[in-house]
């Protein structure tokens, strides 16, 4: 969450200024570890936050006088709050899983959501970070979903497609909300996924849901595509 606020602080400082010079950008930084990227980005936020207090007292002083006294930067404040994407890729950072420009990849998958004010980050059964908790709450699930819905899970063998859907990202952050997927009723969760959903997510999630408290889940995919589940079905299926 550190990370992701610098990110946002420094994002945001430099938009201000490339509205009054769209050429700017700040200076580069090497970083190897999440507290020196923390450092690079607060950094970046000061250098922007000091170029706009020079470009705007230029601006109002050319013809009313002498420049204006620079404002003083504001150490670790923030223009606004870190948006999923930034707490997605601090995540990344922080665990050392490559980077992602969307799609699917063996880069692994993460899931951000906030349910009832809180932070829930969701991953998948290869990336760091995925328990063995997490694993047994998936498995359960899964027994769940083949014992009722034996038409759409495959039933001969339990690791075929689409039962794999129970270990990705986005199953992932609905039973870590809901402590094992059975408290979530009456919710408006949305969600945020770097990679694009997958046909297995598309046939089981909405069931995972169901049998989750059937909360309504609005998804955005890592192609900024919408997906809206409840009652079971898609509502929204996949619309950009």
Same mark, same amino acid.
């Given at each position: ?9 420094? !994002? ?10 769209? =050429? ?45 006294? &620079? ?14 994407? /930034?707490?997605?890729?601090? +995540?990344?950072?922080?665990?050392? @899983?490559?980077? =992602? ?24 059964? #290869? &990336? ?20 009722? +819905?034996?038409?759409? @899970? ?6 075929? @497609? ?9 199953? #992932? ?9 059975? +408290?979530?009723?009456?919710?408006? %969760?949305?969600?945020?996924?770097? !990679? !694009?959903?997958?046909?297995?997510? /598309? ?15 609005? %998804? ?8 809206? @589940? ?8 996949? !619309?950009?």
């Amino acid at each position: 969450m550190r990370l992701a606020n610098a990110t946002a602080w420094a !994002r945001n400082a430099a938009q201000r200024v490339r509205e009054i010079d769209p =050429t700017w950008h700040p200076r580069r930084s090497l970083t190897e570890t999440a507290e020196g990227e923390i450092r690079a980005r607060e950094a970046e936020a000061r250098e922007a936050e000091q170029r706009l207090a020079e470009l705007t007292a230029a601006r109002f002083g050319d013809n009313q006088g002498p420049p204006l006294e &620079a404002p003083p930067p504001r150490h670790g404040s923030s223009l606004a709050p870190p948006s999923s994407s /930034d707490i997605i890729s601090a +995540y990344r950072v922080i665990t050392g @899983m490559p980077d =992602t420009a969307g799609g699917r990849s063996s880069n692994g998958t993460v899931a951000f959501a906030l349910v009832d004010g809180k932070p829930v980050i969701g991953v998948n059964s #290869n &990336a760091p970070g995925y328990t063995t908790s997490d694993e047994a709450a998936a498995r359960a699930m899964r027994g769940l979903l083949v014992e009722r +819905y034996p038409k759409v @899970m495959a039933t001969d063998n339990l690791g075929y @497609m689409p039962n794999d859907a129970l270990f990705h990202a986005e199953a #992932n952050a609905l039973l870590r909300a809901g402590e094992g997927g059975r +408290y979530l009723g009456g919710r408006t %969760i949305e969600m945020r996924v770097d !990679r !694009r959903l997958c046909d297995s997510c /598309d046939e089981v999630l909405p069931l995972v849901g169901l049998l989750s408290g059937n909360p309504t889940v609005r %998804i955005i995919d890592g192609s900024g595509a919408v997906w809206i @589940m409840r009652d079971g079905v898609w509502i929204t299926r996949g !619309r950009p």
